[in-house]
């Protein structure tokens, strides 16, 4: 790989998805007769391996898996030895001779005390090895140091190797947004939890209190269905589940309403077997069925029905969740799910959010109402989701 095109390509890698980097890694892995001229074939090669350093820069400089992305950025520059010095002074090595974390460290905290990428001499009496430092700046402030060594240290391992840190701080960066999304998913897990406490809790406890003396049984029947949901409603762990566990949940719920209700309430369900395994958000369907009751059948003096549905739809599975209640005006319902929380069918726009920022935009939920006609709530959830399997969470 020529210097000019290392340098050239370290200049893009920050505005360059890791999609598209792993898309190009994997061309490389097929064989490079078809990728071109030299300079081509370089530019995939440095790619490939930034697509591999990446995820181990996400947790912070200080984790321990910061070596392995220490081990590619060599390889990236070309380099005979590469360091990533922490602002806690902790050192991710690779590379030969050994002994050079100490220098690495001096580097460090002569380039912290710049702010600007520096070249430095021989670091030891025993070898004629140079080393170039580049801050890694997030947010105006530097939180670590990348660290060259080579002989001599050349005009374009100096730009290069400030290209790698700017690179290096985007990945720290995107680290800090992804642990953001999770602490989001579970305030707005808390917010899901909150909202079914205060309402349902004691409906339902007056509901099971109606019936102690005058049908125990169904009492009891009645105490064993409000144990069961209310441990999964408020389990800690995953937020992630299956639609055959959620569906266990929402048919304790619905046994627990029907003790309110009566005859009522009535619910139709109609799901496909081959859907029970697919992985869903946890607590996005019981959500909606708790507010089509509350929201569509209560207000009425009637009660009604609620259809729920899931079925196969090829890469993905549809659910539906739909009651013949008061329903409401579509423009007040665009306001609902765009309006700060205002303790109104809050878990319906919870469970949209939610939606979206897993699938994208045009992942979130999908309302048909209008007033006097009902509600249709429609979400769809990709079948393969290896990342977000319930057993791992």
Known sequence: MTDVVLAAVLGVLGGIALTVLLLLARRLARGAADLGSEGEQAALRALHHASLAAPHLRAGLSAPEVVKAARHLRVLLGSAAVAIVADDDTVSFDGAPDGLEAAAVRIASRVRESGRRQVFPSQAADDHLEGVGAPIV?????IGVVVAFAAPVRAALVRAAEEVADWCAAQVELGGLDASRTQLAEAELRSLRAQISPHFIYNALTAIASFITTDPARARDL????????????????????????????????????????????????????????VIPFLSVQPLVENAVRHGLEPGEGGGEIRIASRDEGTHTEITVEDDGIGMDPDALRSTLTAADDGLHVGLRNVDTRLRQLYGADGGLVVETNTGAGTLVRMRVPKSQPLNDPDND
């Open 138 to 142: 997030v947010d105006g402030h530097v």
């Open 223 to 278: 105490v064993l269905e409000f144990a069961d949901f209310t441990r999964y409603s408020f389990r800690r762990q995953g937020e992630f589940t299956t639609v055959a566990d959620e569906l266990e949940s929402i048919r304790s719920y619905l046994e627990l309403e029907r003790a309110r209700f009566g005859e009522r309430l009535r619910v139709t369900l109609q799901i496909a077997p081959e859907t029970l395994a697919t």
